[in-house]
């Protein structure tokens, strides 16, 4: 994929995170309701090959620093045939933002995993997620949703104007912080100018 194609995606994802991290930043918002709400009502869908998926924290769980989070990604043929689709779940992770500051703040990948899906007429199945890797504290993370081998099918979308061009976008899936909630409303606040989303490694 072209770097330009990298940066139109990146940019999309952005505009998306810092929405969500926007509303997640309301002053009624405790550190607790912004992940309460972000798990249970911020679920985008990805729409692949006719493949509804969504994606929610298994058992209703809250995240915090040094957990090993588990997902749950929930995938429905809207279809009366079968259907096919890979995808590419990404977690990110962007350290708290100085209120004062105006420096662009990068994400780091914690974890990635493609997976194959493969289901038939007007099915729905549910695969667990498991992320070996322990939550680091006060940051703000990002479970993305990205279609895999369908970097041409994108290009030719962005080429062909806005409304084509979404219809491959990543989507950010979910939203949730290691931020101690009496910091996690300001925190919240200054991400939303700052976060800068990085390309997944391929």
């Known amino acids: 994929m072209k770097t330009k194609d990298l940066l139109t995606i990146a940019t999309a994802a952005l505009a998306t995170a810092t929405l969500t991290v926007a509303f997640l930043a309301s002053p009624r918002m405790s550190g607790t309701d912004a992940n309460s709400l972000a798990v249970t009502i911020a679920k ?36 009366n045939q079968p259907a096919e689709a890979a995808i590419c779940v990404t977690l990110d992770a962007s350290a ?5 500051s105006r420096m662009v703040r990068r994400t780091d990948v914690l ?14 199945k549910v695969f667990a997620l498991s992320v070996r890797t322990n939550l680091p504290a006060n940051r ?29 976008r990543p989507i950010l ?26 390309p997944a490694p391929r």
């Open 111 to 124: 974890w990635q995993e493609q997976l194959k899906l493969a289901l038939g007429p007007n099915k729905t």
């Open 96 to 100: 708290p933002a100085d209120t004062t």
């Open 140 to 168: 703000l993370m990002m479970v993305i949703l990205s279609p895999v081998g369908q970097a041409g099918k994108a290009t030719a979308a962005a080429e062909a104007g806005p409304a084509s061009a979404a219809q491959v």
């Open 173 to 198: 899936a979910m939203v949730f912080s290691t931020v101690p909630s009496v910091a996690a409303p300001a925190q919240a606040r200054a991400a939303a100018g700052s976060v800068a989303m990085t």
């Open 44 to 79: 985008p869908k990805l729409v692949a090959n006719g493949i509804e998926m969504t994606l929610a924290a298994a058992n209703g769980r809250e995240f915090k620093a040094g957990d090993q989070p588990a997902f749950e990604l929930r995938a429905a043929n809207t279809l």
